[in-house]
């Protein structure tokens, strides 16, 4: 994996979501459809294959731009994912491994396609490509809190 896509994932979303916690209602629910997008992307994959992350996460990157490749137009809209599987229980947080090569997949295929992190959390207008990062360091949290808690109580 890479230590500088895991690291670029870590300080952008990071900041995105110290913004979000701020109290921004819009960027709230966007990041809530991408923690959506991302465990939906990651349903599929095994946790003892960590490389079919990789590729979901790669696929994620390649599908935010436009076909024509022109950085000018409008990057895609945020995902039409239910925020749950079910209202009776939490979904499962993805393994923390997959979560890791999903980042490395997506970072990787977005700064290919000439993005790089701006100061898009401190002027109010927060990208797609940073509210995915922001929603991977979320389930990320979710996975680390979820691995320390004895087995009777996950």
């Known amino acids: 994996m890479s230590a500088v896509a895991l690291r670029l994932t870590d300080e952008v979303g990071q900041a995105v979501l110290d913004w979000v916690a701020g109290g921004d209602l ?3 629910a966007a990041l809530d ?3 959506a997008a991302v465990r939906g992307e990651l349903a599929a994959c095994r946790p003892e294959s960590p490389g079919s992350a990789r590729l979901a996460g790669e696929a994620a990157g390649q599908r935010v731009r436009p076909a024509s490749g022109d950085p000018a ?3 895609a809209a945020c995902p039409d994912t239910p925020f749950a599987d079910s209202a009776w229980y939490a979904d499962a947080t993805p393994p923390l491994r997959l979560l890791l090569h999903y980042a490395c997949g997506f970072v990787e295929a977005v700064v290919r396609a000439d993005w790089w992190p701006g100061e898009t959390a401190a002027t109010g207008l927060v990208d797609f490509e940073a509210l995915r990062l922001a929603a991977v360091c979320r389930l990320v949290s979710q996975a ?9 109580l996950r």
């Open 144 to 152: 680390e809190s979820a691995a320390a808690l004895p087995p009777d």
């Open 33 to 35: 459809q991408h923690v």
């Open 73 to 75: 137009s409008p990057v």
């Open 26 to 28: 819009s960027a709230s």
